[in-house]
């Protein structure tokens, strides 16, 4: 059975709201969690952007549910930093962490001024890292030369089971790719034809583990109310690669999106009112296969959402 979670956006809220608002889910009978992990937003309207690993110890001490995380190993995180990351988790709450690794965005990397490398160099980097954070959290020394320099790296602190280590992808091609190494896949809403293109792809290529989805939505009591938040908060992320690898500013965001209209919003966000749109929609996405479905209201007012989809539209999935 499909699991259901909620996506928790440290770029739109602050980190105590968003802790107060994770206990409330569970509470509301959202199974799961996962977070994003930026430098910057996405707009200044967005306005925060906290660190966030220091969010997911408090989080998974105040929950029970399990938790992941989206990250970028290579430039702004070293990988033996991110391994040991991982692996503190993993050893405080085993069985409840995952992170997804992505070849990330050049609004959160570009601050280390160290140049923003070119896709192919950025994926071939991704691989270096991956090779690396297993190893370590195998309990092997590491030393590496490549786009990545390690030098006689070593983990002290493991949990007895490495944590899975999930993909990120957006295009069928890099689906692909991931399931060389992948211990899972995670993707974005998008049209129903390419969503299974890539789970067909990852599959083929032997790709093992869940399949998770994060799901972009918009939900108020009225639907001028739903679609005047996607529009507010969400209008600087319609962009395809290569735009939103490459912008290095929020500001940059808000002056590309100034004239973005509601109806491209749509695109990317599933706006509605009616929580049976949204029950029916999240069926859909469930029964393309996908088993962790996370649940990201791009509001930055989050009580509603979780009260209401607790109460209407989580029973309707589970039944």
Not at 257 to 269: K, L, Y
Request: aromatic residues 8%; contains cysteine; hydrophobic residues 40%.
């Amino acid at each position: 059975m499909t699991v259901y979670g909620i996506h928790n956006s440290h770029e739109q809220v602050h980190p105590a709201k968003l802790l107060e608002t994770v206990v409330r889910a569970e509470q509301a009978g959202f199974a799961a969690a996962m977070c994003s992990d930026h430098f910057s937003p996405w707009s200044a309207r967005q306005g925060q952007s906290a660190f966030a690993w220091s969010w997911l110890g408090a989080a998974m001490q105040a929950t029970r549910l399990p938790f992941g995380i989206v990250n970028a190993p290579g430039q702004r995180y070293h990988p033996a930093i991110v391994a040991q990351a991982i692996g503190t988790l993993g050893a405080m709450f085993p069985g409840r962490f995952w992170a997804a690794l992505g070849t990330g965005e050049a609004s959160n990397e570009h601050i280390t001024g160290t140049g923003w490398p070119r896709k192919e160099l950025r994926t071939q980097r991704l691989r270096e890292c991956v090779d690396i954070i297993r190893a370590l959290l195998r309990g092997e020394e590491v030393s590496h030369d490549g786009l990545v320099k390690v030098d006689r790296a070593r983990l002290w602190t493991r949990p007895d089971e490495p944590p899975p280590l999930i993909g990120a992808a957006v295009s069928v091609e890099t689906a692909r790719w991931c399931a060389e190494w992948a211990d899972g896949l995670i993707t974005v809403n998008a049209p129903e034809e390419h969503l299974r293109r890539m789970i067909d792809a990852y599959r083929e290529a032997g790709g093992r583990g869940d399949l998770h989805l994060q799901l972009h939505l918009s939900w108020a009591p009225d639907e001028q109310t739903a679609r005047a938040i996607a529009h507010d908060q969400w209008r600087s992320n319609v962009f395809p690669p290569p735009v939103c690898w490459d912008l290095d500013t929020a500001e940059h965001f808000d002056v590309v999106s100034e004239h973005t209209p509601v109806e491209a919003v749509a695109q990317v966000v599933h706006i509605s009112a009616d929580l049976n749109r949204h029950t029916e929609y999240l069926r859909k996405c469930a029964d393309l296969g996908f088993d962790q479905i996370m649940l990201h209201h791009v509001g930055q007012e989050l009580e509603g959402f979780v009260d209401a989809f607790g109460a209407k539209v989580l029973p309707q999935l589970k039944a």
